[in-house]
């Protein structure tokens, strides 16, 4: 015989994706949250820059020379010539000496602008104030005038000398300007604002999407206990006989279940083996036994589940200390029967022959026994007792019990020949 057996639950990629697929919700809530957290970020660190344009005032000194036809090249080439003599070292040095200021040159050349906005013989110098080059300051107007006299003046002796003739003239001496000047900054339209955001908001529900998709595959992967009903079965390879919600716990449920375990009885008595597995409700034996009672059909109890003392005991009889195992009289149709675990003193109470014999006997008097075990992930009891009966179900609390533990007791029941009928599930 071909057996597989198995300790763990491995997931193939389609079974991830499944069980991702069922946590849509999961997915969209994430989505939404990060889509929003994004979103709103992005909107707080675009908003200061929609037409984001500003303006400031700005204080100069200007002054404009006529450049003469000094050489025969065009205008624009005349102007590029003194503006760029202007800044010269030779220009610098004149200045110097006419100013008897002491700037460095890179100070010198960034005191100043130059300007031919156009096609014309006019060159624009600028000055602002106050501004500050490394070391070197202009703090006001008169500074900022003085400066640009030295500078028409020096220009003009150097390019004097560099010619052989006077090359330019002042048009405009050195007087202060005021303006208002737009200030080159980062600035978006409303339109961008939009698209900027909306990407932010696109970039959060699929960055939700992923972190959904990681975590729950992550927690797929180390969550050692059944997803679902679905997985119970295949790891116990029986079918499922009910799901047990908070919602479904009424007799009827109960009834089903009784009436699964009948089917295909035919006379004589029916034993039924509720195989716990994990913690579970001590009760699912007690109740199935009552709805055979209900039905009018002598129905024993025998719970080995009892966790301390208790009458109405098989131990003693079992163990060869009492004559008789006298029951408990619950109803007209149910009896029960108990054990006491101190009176058997550490012995096997399931594995003693007399206990077969004694169930033999007592099948001659009831029509059903419904027996309720230990649990089976920890103790053996409930396959020992499991040989002895007819019907054989699984009891689990799916919340509650490890699929390593489901899987022990499939391969415990197939290495022993036990057919499991089916598995109850608890799941609330």
Known sequence: MNQEYRSDREYSLL?????????????????????????????????PYVDNEVYQDKTQVCASLLVHEYSSGSS?????????????????????????LEP?????????????????????????FPHTSWEFTI???????VFMDGLLKAVDTVTQELMGQQCVSVIDEPHAT?????????????????????????AGILLGIIVEVVCYTIWLMFYKKPKDAEEVKECLNTPVIDVINREKQDVETYKKVALFLAKGREGGCRKINC???????????????????????????????TPGDSQNSISGYVLGKEQTAEVQKMNDYLDALHRNVKE????????????????????ERYEYIVVNGRDASKMSESFETAVLCDRNIVVCERRSIRTEALYTVKNT???????LDGVLIYDL
């Open 15 to 47: 079974e991830v994706l499944k069980y991702n697929l069922r946590k849509w919700w999961f997915a969209a809530i994430l989505a939404a949250v990060f889509g929003v957290l994004v979103g709103g970020y992005k909107a707080v660190t675009l908003r």
């Open 76 to 100: 624009v080439e005349r102007g590029t010539n003194i503006m760029k003599l202007a800044a010269s070292t030779r220009v610098y040095d004149e200045f110097c000496r006419i100013t008897g």
């Open 104 to 128: 460095t040159h890179e100070e010198f050349c960034d005191m100043f602008e130059s300007e031919q906005s156009e096609s014309s013989d006019v060159v624009t110098f600028y000055v602002t």
């Open 139 to 145: 703090e006001d107007e008169n500074a900022a005038i």
């Open 178 to 202: 005021r303006e208002v000047e737009k200030q080159s900054v980062y600035t978006i339209s409303q339109s961008d604002f939009r698209k900027g955001v909306l990407k932010g908001v696109t």
């Open 275 to 305: 195989i716990a597995v994990g913690r579970v409700q001590d009760s699912i034996a007690l109740k199935l036994a009552m709805c055979y009672a209900n039905e009018q059909k002598k129905t024993l109890y025998l719970d080995l589940n």
């Open 344 to 363: 058997e003193g550490g012995f096997d109470l399931v594995g003693n022959s007399r206990f077969a014999e004694l169930l033999n006997e007592l099948a």
């Open 413 to 419: 029941a197939e290495v022993n020949g036990i057919h």
